[in-house]
Protein backbone atom coordinates (compact mmCIF):
# COMPACT_ATOMS: atom_id res chain seq x y z
CA UNK A 1 0.00 0.00 0.00
CA UNK A 2 2.33 2.71 -1.24
CA UNK A 3 -0.27 5.18 -2.55
CA UNK A 4 -1.38 7.92 0.14
CA UNK A 5 -2.95 11.33 0.07
CA UNK A 6 -0.55 14.14 2.34
CA UNK A 7 -4.10 14.92 4.08
CA UNK A 8 -3.16 10.96 5.51
CA UNK A 9 0.60 11.63 5.78
CA UNK A 10 -0.70 14.74 7.79
CA UNK A 11 -3.18 12.96 10.19
CA UNK A 12 -0.70 9.38 10.46
CA UNK A 13 2.48 11.71 11.80
CA UNK A 14 0.56 13.44 13.99
CA UNK A 15 -1.05 10.01 15.36
CA UNK A 16 2.84 8.92 15.99
CA UNK A 17 3.42 11.99 18.42
CA UNK A 18 0.98 10.33 20.48
CA UNK A 19 1.70 7.60 23.39
CA UNK A 20 -0.34 5.06 25.48
CA UNK A 21 0.89 7.57 28.55
CA UNK A 22 -0.90 10.42 27.13
CA UNK A 23 -3.93 12.43 28.56
CA UNK A 24 -4.89 14.19 25.82
CA UNK A 25 -7.56 16.96 25.17
CA UNK A 26 -8.79 16.67 22.06
CA UNK A 27 -9.81 19.43 19.10
CA UNK A 28 -12.63 18.33 16.27
CA UNK A 29 -11.72 17.41 13.20
CA UNK A 30 -8.01 16.42 12.16
CA UNK A 31 -6.74 16.43 15.28
CA UNK A 32 -9.61 14.07 16.38
CA UNK A 33 -8.39 11.50 13.63
CA UNK A 34 -4.87 11.45 14.61
CA UNK A 35 -5.82 10.93 18.37
CA UNK A 36 -8.16 7.94 17.42
CA UNK A 37 -5.58 6.54 14.75
CA UNK A 38 -3.10 6.21 17.71
CA UNK A 39 -5.48 4.94 20.04
CA UNK A 40 -6.48 2.19 16.90
CA UNK A 41 -2.82 1.27 16.66
CA UNK A 42 0.25 1.92 18.92
CA UNK A 43 -1.49 3.85 21.77
CA UNK A 44 -4.21 1.97 22.77
CA UNK A 45 -4.67 3.46 26.38
CA UNK A 46 -4.27 6.64 25.78
CA UNK A 47 -6.59 8.70 27.77
CA UNK A 48 -9.20 11.12 25.03
CA UNK A 49 -10.71 14.28 26.33
CA UNK A 50 -13.31 16.14 24.65
CA UNK A 51 -14.20 19.47 26.21
CA UNK A 52 -18.07 18.75 26.47
CA UNK A 53 -16.75 16.83 29.44
CA UNK A 54 -16.05 13.08 28.14
CA UNK A 55 -12.94 11.76 29.49
CA UNK A 56 -11.22 8.51 28.50
CA UNK A 57 -13.53 7.87 25.70
CA UNK A 58 -13.51 5.29 22.66
CA UNK A 59 -15.54 6.47 20.11
CA UNK A 60 -16.00 4.22 16.82
CA UNK A 61 -16.28 6.99 14.14
CA UNK A 62 -15.07 10.19 14.28
CA UNK A 63 -17.55 13.45 16.29
CA UNK A 64 -18.58 15.65 13.84
CA UNK A 65 -19.57 17.89 17.09
CA UNK A 66 -17.07 17.88 20.17
CA UNK A 67 -20.39 16.69 22.24
CA UNK A 68 -21.48 13.75 19.83
CA UNK A 69 -23.45 11.23 21.69
CA UNK A 70 -20.64 8.55 20.83
CA UNK A 71 -18.02 10.12 22.73
CA UNK A 72 -20.47 9.98 26.05
CA UNK A 73 -21.78 6.30 25.05
CA UNK A 74 -18.09 5.22 24.86
CA UNK A 75 -16.54 7.00 27.92
CA UNK A 76 -14.99 6.55 31.12
CA UNK A 77 -17.12 9.08 32.63
CA UNK A 78 -18.48 12.64 31.75
CA UNK A 79 -18.56 15.56 33.77
CA UNK A 80 -20.19 19.32 33.72
CA UNK A 81 -18.61 22.08 30.85
CA UNK A 82 -16.86 23.76 34.09
CA UNK A 83 -15.10 20.53 36.41
CA UNK A 84 -13.62 19.82 32.87
CA UNK A 85 -12.48 23.47 32.24
CA UNK A 86 -12.47 24.21 36.11
CA UNK A 87 -10.56 20.69 37.66
CA UNK A 88 -9.58 18.77 34.62
CA UNK A 89 -7.42 21.50 32.32
CA UNK A 90 -7.34 24.38 34.94
CA UNK A 91 -6.12 21.78 37.42
CA UNK A 92 -3.30 20.77 34.82
CA UNK A 93 -4.31 17.30 34.65
CA UNK A 94 -3.96 16.91 30.86
CA UNK A 95 -0.36 16.12 29.71
CA UNK A 96 -1.07 16.87 25.59
CA UNK A 97 -3.72 19.87 23.87
CA UNK A 98 -3.89 18.41 20.14
CA UNK A 99 -5.16 22.05 18.35
CA UNK A 100 -5.98 23.01 15.02
CA UNK A 101 -6.45 26.69 13.44
CA UNK A 102 -7.39 28.59 10.51
CA UNK A 103 -3.92 31.08 10.95
CA UNK A 104 -0.52 30.32 12.79
CA UNK A 105 2.68 32.26 12.93
CA UNK A 106 6.42 31.37 13.47
CA UNK A 107 6.05 31.50 17.15
CA UNK A 108 3.26 28.86 16.83
CA UNK A 109 0.72 31.46 18.17
CA UNK A 110 -2.69 30.56 16.45
CA UNK A 111 -5.75 32.68 15.56
CA UNK A 112 -9.37 31.44 14.92
CA UNK A 113 -10.90 34.78 15.61
CA UNK A 114 -11.00 37.19 12.75
CA UNK A 115 -9.20 37.85 9.51
CA UNK A 116 -8.97 41.92 9.27
CA UNK A 117 -9.79 44.04 12.06
CA UNK A 118 -11.66 42.92 14.95
CA UNK A 119 -14.57 45.26 14.84
CA UNK A 120 -15.22 45.14 11.16
CA UNK A 121 -13.96 42.03 10.24
CA UNK A 122 -13.08 40.67 6.59
CA UNK A 123 -13.61 37.56 7.72
CA UNK A 124 -15.60 36.45 11.19
CA UNK A 125 -14.17 33.21 12.15
CA UNK A 126 -15.75 31.08 14.91
CA UNK A 127 -13.48 32.38 18.03
CA UNK A 128 -11.57 30.57 20.49
CA UNK A 129 -13.86 28.27 22.52
CA UNK A 130 -11.46 26.50 24.79
CA UNK A 131 -8.13 27.26 22.99
CA UNK A 132 -7.11 29.69 24.92
CA UNK A 133 -6.63 28.09 28.03
CA UNK A 134 -5.89 25.12 26.37
CA UNK A 135 -2.93 26.45 24.82
CA UNK A 136 -1.66 27.92 28.43
CA UNK A 137 -2.83 24.83 30.66
CA UNK A 138 -1.78 21.72 28.91
CA UNK A 139 1.48 20.20 29.55
CA UNK A 140 2.48 20.77 26.07
CA UNK A 141 0.64 21.63 22.94
CA UNK A 142 0.52 19.43 18.97
CA UNK A 143 -0.75 21.57 15.77
CA UNK A 144 -1.90 20.03 12.60
CA UNK A 145 -2.55 22.30 9.81
CA UNK A 146 -1.95 21.74 6.11
CA UNK A 147 0.74 24.22 4.70
CA UNK A 148 -0.51 26.93 2.86
CA UNK A 149 0.44 30.42 2.35
CA UNK A 150 -3.17 31.24 3.30
CA UNK A 151 -2.57 29.44 6.85
CA UNK A 152 1.34 30.17 7.35
CA UNK A 153 1.30 34.00 8.10
CA UNK A 154 3.96 36.51 8.65
CA UNK A 155 1.39 38.06 11.06
CA UNK A 156 -1.74 37.08 13.04
CA UNK A 157 -4.31 39.68 12.43
CA UNK A 158 -5.41 38.46 16.39
CA UNK A 159 -3.56 35.87 18.39
CA UNK A 160 -6.83 33.53 19.90
CA UNK A 161 -4.01 31.65 21.62
CA UNK A 162 -0.49 32.11 22.30
CA UNK A 163 1.83 29.58 21.56
CA UNK A 164 5.33 31.32 22.27
CA UNK A 165 4.51 34.54 21.73
CA UNK A 166 7.23 36.70 20.73
CA UNK A 167 9.71 33.89 20.88
CA UNK A 168 12.46 32.94 22.99
CA UNK A 169 11.39 32.66 26.81
CA UNK A 170 8.14 34.76 26.24
CA UNK A 171 6.23 32.13 27.92
CA UNK A 172 7.87 32.00 31.04
CA UNK A 173 7.96 35.28 31.25
CA UNK A 174 4.45 35.19 31.53
CA UNK A 175 4.60 33.12 34.19
CA UNK A 176 3.01 30.18 32.11
CA UNK A 177 5.04 26.95 33.36
CA UNK A 178 4.37 24.41 30.42
CA UNK A 179 5.91 23.35 27.11
CA UNK A 180 3.36 25.37 24.83
CA UNK A 181 3.60 24.35 20.79
CA UNK A 182 6.11 21.37 20.71
CA UNK A 183 5.49 20.03 17.11
CA UNK A 184 3.13 21.40 14.33
CA UNK A 185 2.46 18.42 11.67
CA UNK A 186 1.61 19.74 8.27
CA UNK A 187 0.54 18.20 5.37
CA UNK A 188 4.38 18.28 3.62
CA UNK A 189 6.60 18.18 6.69
CA UNK A 190 6.78 18.77 10.63
CA UNK A 191 8.29 21.65 12.51
CA UNK A 192 9.92 21.91 15.46
CA UNK A 193 10.77 25.65 17.89
CA UNK A 194 14.21 26.41 17.75
CA UNK A 195 15.19 25.42 21.29
CA UNK A 196 17.12 28.58 22.11
CA UNK A 197 14.13 31.34 20.00
CA UNK A 198 11.51 28.73 19.79
CA UNK A 199 10.44 29.77 15.77
CA UNK A 200 9.22 26.85 14.18
CA UNK A 201 11.79 25.09 11.85
CA UNK A 202 11.45 22.18 9.77
CA UNK A 203 12.96 18.86 11.07
CA UNK A 204 11.03 16.11 9.17
CA UNK A 205 9.77 15.73 5.58
CA UNK A 206 7.42 13.81 4.18
CA UNK A 207 8.30 11.43 1.58
CA UNK A 208 8.30 12.81 -2.10
CA UNK A 209 8.18 16.58 -0.81
CA UNK A 210 10.73 18.95 -1.97
CA UNK A 211 12.27 21.86 0.12
CA UNK A 212 11.06 24.18 -2.61
CA UNK A 213 7.26 22.71 -2.21
CA UNK A 214 7.71 23.56 1.59
CA UNK A 215 9.44 26.99 0.87
CA UNK A 216 6.52 28.32 -1.69
CA UNK A 217 3.64 26.77 0.67
CA UNK A 218 4.67 28.96 3.64
CA UNK A 219 4.39 32.78 4.75
CA UNK A 220 7.22 33.56 6.01
CA UNK A 221 11.38 32.67 5.29
CA UNK A 222 10.46 29.35 6.36
CA UNK A 223 13.57 27.82 7.97
CA UNK A 224 15.28 24.02 8.09
CA UNK A 225 16.91 22.44 11.11
CA UNK A 226 20.24 21.12 10.87
CA UNK A 227 19.56 17.59 10.64
CA UNK A 228 16.44 17.00 8.48
CA UNK A 229 14.98 13.54 8.38
CA UNK A 230 12.37 11.96 5.88
CA UNK A 231 9.57 11.05 7.67
CA UNK A 232 8.58 7.72 7.29
CA UNK A 233 5.70 6.67 5.03
CA UNK A 234 2.31 5.20 6.40
CA UNK A 235 2.07 1.72 7.04
CA UNK A 236 -0.35 -0.91 5.67
CA UNK A 237 -1.29 -1.07 9.14
CA UNK A 238 -1.55 3.14 9.76
CA UNK A 239 -3.51 3.25 6.43
CA UNK A 240 -6.15 0.53 6.93
CA UNK A 241 -7.05 1.97 10.27
CA UNK A 242 -7.66 6.02 9.30
CA UNK A 243 -9.29 4.92 5.92
CA UNK A 244 -11.47 2.48 7.81
CA UNK A 245 -12.24 4.48 10.75
CA UNK A 246 -13.09 7.82 7.82
CA UNK A 247 -15.31 5.68 5.64
CA UNK A 248 -17.26 4.38 8.84
CA UNK A 249 -17.41 8.35 10.01
CA UNK A 250 -18.78 9.33 5.90
CA UNK A 251 -21.04 6.36 6.25
CA UNK A 252 -22.55 7.64 10.02
CA UNK A 253 -22.44 11.35 9.27
CA UNK A 254 -24.42 11.34 5.58
CA UNK A 255 -27.80 9.53 6.60
CA UNK A 256 -30.42 11.43 5.06
CA UNK A 257 -30.05 15.24 4.51
CA UNK A 258 -33.14 16.05 6.69
CA UNK A 259 -32.42 20.19 6.40
CA UNK A 260 -32.93 20.48 2.68
CA UNK B 1 -42.46 25.45 42.44
CA UNK B 2 -42.04 24.56 38.46
CA UNK B 3 -45.52 25.25 36.84
CA UNK B 4 -46.22 22.46 34.17
CA UNK B 5 -47.48 24.45 31.33
CA UNK B 6 -47.54 24.26 27.36
CA UNK B 7 -44.41 25.45 25.48
CA UNK B 8 -46.57 28.77 24.23
CA UNK B 9 -47.49 29.27 28.07
CA UNK B 10 -43.88 28.87 29.22
CA UNK B 11 -42.32 31.50 26.56
CA UNK B 12 -45.16 33.68 26.84
CA UNK B 13 -44.92 33.61 30.70
CA UNK B 14 -41.12 34.10 31.02
CA UNK B 15 -39.48 35.63 28.04
CA UNK B 16 -39.86 39.47 27.65
CA UNK B 17 -38.49 42.02 24.68
CA UNK B 18 -35.10 43.16 25.93
CA UNK B 19 -34.09 40.39 28.13
CA UNK B 20 -31.11 38.77 28.40
CA UNK B 21 -31.83 34.74 27.19
CA UNK B 22 -29.36 31.72 28.00
CA UNK B 23 -30.72 28.52 25.86
CA UNK B 24 -27.61 25.97 26.80
CA UNK B 25 -26.98 22.76 26.00
CA UNK B 26 -23.70 21.72 24.41
CA UNK B 27 -24.46 19.95 21.30
CA UNK B 28 -26.40 18.10 23.25
CA UNK B 29 -30.25 19.20 24.73
CA UNK B 30 -30.37 21.78 22.85
CA UNK B 31 -33.65 23.68 23.32
CA UNK B 32 -34.58 23.93 19.42
CA UNK B 33 -38.43 23.68 20.17
CA UNK B 34 -38.16 26.61 22.99
CA UNK B 35 -35.95 28.79 20.40
CA UNK B 36 -38.29 28.93 17.58
CA UNK B 37 -41.50 29.41 20.21
CA UNK B 38 -39.55 32.67 20.69
CA UNK B 39 -38.95 33.38 17.31
CA UNK B 40 -42.51 32.54 16.65
CA UNK B 41 -44.11 34.69 19.66
CA UNK B 42 -42.19 37.68 17.60
CA UNK B 43 -39.60 38.34 20.74
CA UNK B 44 -37.57 41.15 19.63
CA UNK B 45 -33.89 42.78 21.15
CA UNK B 46 -32.91 39.96 23.12
CA UNK B 47 -29.38 39.76 24.49
CA UNK B 48 -28.56 36.13 23.93
CA UNK B 49 -26.28 34.46 25.81
CA UNK B 50 -24.24 30.59 24.90
CA UNK B 51 -21.16 29.12 25.16
CA UNK B 52 -21.52 27.65 21.78
CA UNK B 53 -23.97 29.46 19.92
CA UNK B 54 -25.04 27.14 16.58
CA UNK B 55 -27.87 26.84 14.30
CA UNK B 56 -30.48 28.14 17.03
CA UNK B 57 -28.98 31.21 17.49
CA UNK B 58 -27.92 31.44 13.73
CA UNK B 59 -32.20 31.35 13.08
CA UNK B 60 -32.58 34.24 15.92
CA UNK B 61 -30.01 36.00 14.91
CA UNK B 62 -31.03 35.55 11.32
CA UNK B 63 -34.96 36.86 12.07
CA UNK B 64 -33.70 39.88 14.08
CA UNK B 65 -34.56 38.92 17.02
CA UNK B 66 -31.17 39.51 18.98
CA UNK B 67 -29.77 42.70 19.43
CA UNK B 68 -26.32 41.11 20.78
CA UNK B 69 -24.75 38.13 21.91
CA UNK B 70 -22.37 36.79 24.48
CA UNK B 71 -20.20 33.81 23.53
CA UNK B 72 -17.43 31.97 23.26
CA UNK B 73 -17.52 29.61 19.47
CA UNK B 74 -19.73 30.57 17.21
CA UNK B 75 -19.37 27.79 14.64
CA UNK B 76 -21.51 25.02 13.33
CA UNK B 77 -19.39 22.29 14.75
CA UNK B 78 -17.74 19.97 12.03
CA UNK B 79 -19.04 21.77 9.29
CA UNK B 80 -18.14 25.37 8.87
CA UNK B 81 -19.16 28.74 9.53
CA UNK B 82 -22.64 30.36 10.98
CA UNK B 83 -23.48 32.47 7.53
CA UNK B 84 -26.34 34.45 9.89
CA UNK B 85 -24.37 34.83 12.89
CA UNK B 86 -21.47 36.25 9.73
CA UNK B 87 -24.08 38.50 7.54
CA UNK B 88 -24.39 40.25 10.86
CA UNK B 89 -21.57 40.65 12.36
CA UNK B 90 -19.54 41.50 8.77
CA UNK B 91 -22.75 43.13 6.52
CA UNK B 92 -24.83 44.53 9.48
CA UNK B 93 -27.60 42.63 8.15
CA UNK B 94 -30.68 41.99 9.20
CA UNK B 95 -29.58 44.55 12.21
CA UNK B 96 -25.95 45.20 13.45
CA UNK B 97 -25.44 42.37 15.95
CA UNK B 98 -22.98 44.17 19.60
CA UNK B 99 -21.05 40.84 20.29
CA UNK B 100 -18.63 40.13 23.98
CA UNK B 101 -16.62 37.42 23.25
CA UNK B 102 -15.08 35.44 26.28
CA UNK B 103 -13.38 31.72 26.54
CA UNK B 104 -15.01 28.69 27.09
CA UNK B 105 -12.91 28.39 30.48
CA UNK B 106 -14.37 32.32 31.19
CA UNK B 107 -17.60 31.30 29.96
CA UNK B 108 -18.40 28.62 31.92
CA UNK B 109 -16.71 30.18 35.36
CA UNK B 110 -18.82 33.12 34.41
CA UNK B 111 -22.04 30.85 34.55
CA UNK B 112 -21.29 28.98 37.42
CA UNK B 113 -20.34 32.50 39.26
CA UNK B 114 -24.06 33.34 38.94
CA UNK B 115 -24.99 30.09 40.27
CA UNK B 116 -22.79 30.96 43.10
CA UNK B 117 -24.45 34.46 43.78
CA UNK B 118 -21.03 35.87 43.26
CA UNK B 119 -20.56 39.33 41.21
CA UNK B 120 -17.21 38.08 39.07
CA UNK B 121 -15.38 34.87 38.26
CA UNK B 122 -11.36 34.81 38.58
CA UNK B 123 -9.51 31.88 35.97
CA UNK B 124 -6.07 31.67 35.16
CA UNK B 125 -6.88 32.08 31.76
CA UNK B 126 -6.48 34.65 28.52
CA UNK B 127 -2.51 34.21 28.72
CA UNK B 128 -0.90 36.10 25.96
CA UNK B 129 -4.22 36.13 24.01
CA UNK B 130 -5.55 39.12 22.26
CA UNK B 131 -9.41 39.03 23.58
CA UNK B 132 -8.59 41.27 26.44
CA UNK B 133 -7.49 43.81 24.34
CA UNK B 134 -10.91 43.99 22.34
CA UNK B 135 -13.68 43.26 25.36
CA UNK B 136 -13.39 45.77 28.24
CA UNK B 137 -15.78 43.10 30.56
CA UNK B 138 -12.46 40.60 30.65
CA UNK B 139 -9.72 42.43 33.44
CA UNK B 140 -7.69 41.47 36.01
CA UNK B 141 -7.41 40.65 39.91
CA UNK B 142 -4.66 39.80 42.20
CA UNK B 143 -5.16 37.08 44.38
CA UNK B 144 -4.48 38.27 48.18
CA UNK B 145 -2.45 34.88 49.10
CA UNK B 146 0.25 34.52 46.13
CA UNK B 147 0.41 38.03 44.88
CA UNK B 148 -0.82 35.74 41.24
CA UNK B 149 -2.87 37.86 38.80
CA UNK B 150 -5.46 36.06 37.49
CA UNK B 151 -8.46 37.14 34.46
CA UNK B 152 -11.66 38.23 35.67
CA UNK B 153 -14.67 37.74 33.93
CA UNK B 154 -18.29 39.26 35.20
CA UNK B 155 -20.91 36.36 36.66
CA UNK B 156 -23.80 35.78 34.02
CA UNK B 157 -26.77 36.26 35.53
CA UNK B 158 -29.70 35.64 32.74
CA UNK B 159 -33.12 37.07 32.88
CA UNK B 160 -34.11 33.68 31.51
CA UNK B 161 -32.58 30.47 30.62
CA UNK B 162 -33.83 28.03 28.47
CA UNK B 163 -32.58 24.35 28.39
CA UNK B 164 -34.02 21.00 27.24
CA UNK B 165 -33.69 17.74 29.39
CA UNK B 166 -34.62 14.22 29.21
CA UNK B 167 -37.72 13.87 31.68
CA UNK B 168 -39.58 15.72 34.53
CA UNK B 169 -41.91 14.37 37.52
CA UNK B 170 -45.09 15.58 37.92
CA UNK B 171 -43.86 18.15 40.52
CA UNK B 172 -41.86 19.13 37.95
CA UNK B 173 -38.62 18.15 39.31
CA UNK B 174 -35.98 17.72 35.80
CA UNK B 175 -33.46 14.57 35.21
CA UNK B 176 -30.80 15.26 32.95
CA UNK B 177 -27.99 12.73 31.57
CA UNK B 178 -25.67 12.58 28.90
CA UNK B 179 -23.38 15.46 28.32
CA UNK B 180 -24.96 18.00 31.10
CA UNK B 181 -23.33 20.89 29.97
CA UNK B 182 -23.43 23.89 31.52
CA UNK B 183 -26.92 24.13 31.80
CA UNK B 184 -27.43 23.77 35.74
CA UNK B 185 -25.46 26.03 36.21
CA UNK B 186 -27.28 28.47 33.57
CA UNK B 187 -30.53 27.47 35.08
CA UNK B 188 -29.07 28.10 38.84
CA UNK B 189 -27.49 31.81 37.73
CA UNK B 190 -31.08 32.83 35.77
CA UNK B 191 -34.16 34.82 37.27
CA UNK B 192 -36.09 32.34 36.05
CA UNK B 193 -36.17 29.37 33.95
CA UNK B 194 -37.74 27.16 31.01
CA UNK B 195 -36.90 23.27 30.68
CA UNK B 196 -38.65 21.55 28.15
CA UNK B 197 -38.96 18.09 28.24
CA UNK B 198 -38.88 14.49 26.19
CA UNK B 199 -41.51 12.95 28.55
CA UNK B 200 -43.33 13.35 32.06
CA UNK B 201 -43.74 10.59 34.57
CA UNK B 202 -45.12 9.10 37.78
CA UNK B 203 -41.68 8.97 38.80
CA UNK B 204 -37.87 10.22 37.43
CA UNK B 205 -36.33 6.84 37.99
CA UNK B 206 -32.38 8.00 38.38
CA UNK B 207 -29.92 5.94 37.20
CA UNK B 208 -27.96 6.27 40.29
CA UNK B 209 -28.42 8.78 43.54
CA UNK B 210 -26.38 11.34 42.25
CA UNK B 211 -28.10 11.86 39.16
CA UNK B 212 -27.93 15.07 38.06
CA UNK B 213 -31.26 16.48 39.58
CA UNK B 214 -32.65 20.56 39.14
CA UNK B 215 -35.51 20.49 41.96
CA UNK B 216 -38.43 21.91 41.07
CA UNK B 217 -38.60 24.77 43.05
CA UNK B 218 -35.48 25.99 41.87
CA UNK B 219 -36.87 26.03 37.90
CA UNK B 220 -40.03 28.42 36.63
CA UNK B 221 -42.16 26.80 34.08
CA UNK B 222 -41.44 22.79 32.39
CA UNK B 223 -43.04 22.40 29.43
CA UNK B 224 -43.44 18.73 27.75
CA UNK B 225 -41.89 19.12 24.28
CA UNK B 226 -40.98 15.53 22.47
CA UNK B 227 -38.62 15.85 20.19
CA UNK B 228 -37.64 19.46 21.58
CA UNK B 229 -33.78 19.01 21.34
CA UNK B 230 -33.99 18.06 17.53
CA UNK B 231 -31.72 18.04 15.19
CA UNK B 232 -28.94 17.96 18.24
CA UNK B 233 -30.13 14.74 19.98
CA UNK B 234 -31.42 13.69 23.81
CA UNK B 235 -29.43 10.92 24.73
CA UNK B 236 -31.40 8.04 25.32
CA UNK B 237 -34.24 8.93 23.18
CA UNK B 238 -32.89 10.10 19.70
CA UNK B 239 -29.63 10.55 18.27
CA UNK B 240 -27.82 13.88 16.95
CA UNK B 241 -28.59 14.59 12.97
CA UNK B 242 -25.36 15.08 11.87
CA UNK B 243 -27.11 15.07 8.44
CA UNK B 244 -29.21 18.06 9.55
CA UNK B 245 -26.35 20.00 10.61
CA UNK B 246 -24.35 19.47 7.00
CA UNK B 247 -27.80 20.38 5.37
CA UNK B 248 -27.88 24.02 7.23
CA UNK B 249 -24.31 25.12 5.75
CA UNK B 250 -26.18 25.49 2.04
CA UNK B 251 -29.45 27.03 3.38
CA UNK B 252 -28.23 29.20 5.79
CA UNK B 253 -25.33 30.63 3.31
CA UNK B 254 -28.14 32.65 1.49
CA UNK B 255 -30.82 35.17 3.00
CA UNK B 256 -33.53 33.90 0.69
CA UNK B 257 -33.56 30.51 1.59
CA UNK B 258 -32.86 30.65 4.89
CA UNK B 259 -35.92 33.11 5.18
CA UNK B 260 -37.55 30.86 3.51
CA UNK B 261 -37.08 27.83 5.53
CA UNK B 262 -38.22 29.63 8.63
CA UNK B 263 -41.60 30.59 7.06
CA UNK B 264 -41.85 26.80 6.58
CA UNK B 265 -40.72 25.14 9.32
CA UNK B 266 -40.70 28.00 12.24
CA UNK B 267 -43.22 30.48 11.36
CA UNK B 268 -46.10 28.40 10.00
CA UNK B 269 -45.44 25.34 12.38
CA UNK B 270 -45.90 24.11 16.05
CA UNK B 271 -44.21 22.89 18.39
CA UNK B 272 -45.88 19.34 18.21
CA UNK B 273 -44.29 18.93 14.94
CA UNK B 274 -40.67 18.34 17.05
CA UNK B 275 -42.81 14.92 17.66
CA UNK B 276 -41.58 12.91 15.17
CA UNK B 277 -38.12 13.45 15.97
CA UNK B 278 -38.67 12.06 18.91
CA UNK B 279 -37.66 8.62 18.69
CA UNK B 280 -38.63 5.64 21.02
CA UNK B 281 -38.64 6.10 24.45
CA UNK B 282 -36.09 3.98 26.12
CA UNK B 283 -37.11 0.74 28.29
CA UNK B 284 -34.86 1.87 31.11
CA UNK B 285 -37.54 4.43 31.68
CA UNK B 286 -40.83 2.52 30.87
Same mark, same amino acid.
Given at each position: ???????????????????????????????????????????????????????????????????????????????????????????? +????????????????????????????????????????????????????????? +??????????????????????????????????????????????????????????????????????????????????????????????????????????????? | ??????????????????????????????????????????????????????????????????????????????????????????????????????????????????????????????????????????? !?????????????????? /??????????????????????????????????????????????????? /???????????????????????????????????????????????? !??????????????????????????????
Amino acid at each position: MSDFTPTEMMTIAAARALSNDDVCFVGIGAPSAACNVARLTHAPDITLIYESGTVGTKPDVLPLSIGDGELCDTALFTVSVPEMFRYWLQGG +RITTGFLGGAQIDRFANLNTTVVGPYDHPKVRLPGGGGAPEIASNCGRIFITMALSK +RGFVEKLPFITSMGHGEGGDHRERLGMKTKGPTRVITDLCILEPDPQTKELTVVSIHPGVTREQIVENCGWAIKFADQVIETPAPTDLELTTLRDINARTKKAHQGKKEAA | MAKIVSLAEAVGDNVRDGDTVAMEGFTHLIPYAAGHEVIRQGRKDLYLVRMTPDILYDQLIGVGAARGMKFSWGGNPGVGSLHRFRDAVENQWPRPLEIEEHSHAAMANAYEAGAANLPFAALRGYIGADLPKVNPNIK !SVTCPFTGEVLAAVPAIR /PDVTIIHAQRADRKGNVLIEGIVGVQKEAVLAAKRSIVTVEEIVDELNPPS /PNSLVLPSWAVTSVAHVPGGAFPSYAHGYYPRSNAFYIGWDEIARDRD !SFTAWIKENVLDSRPEDFAKHAGSRPAKAA
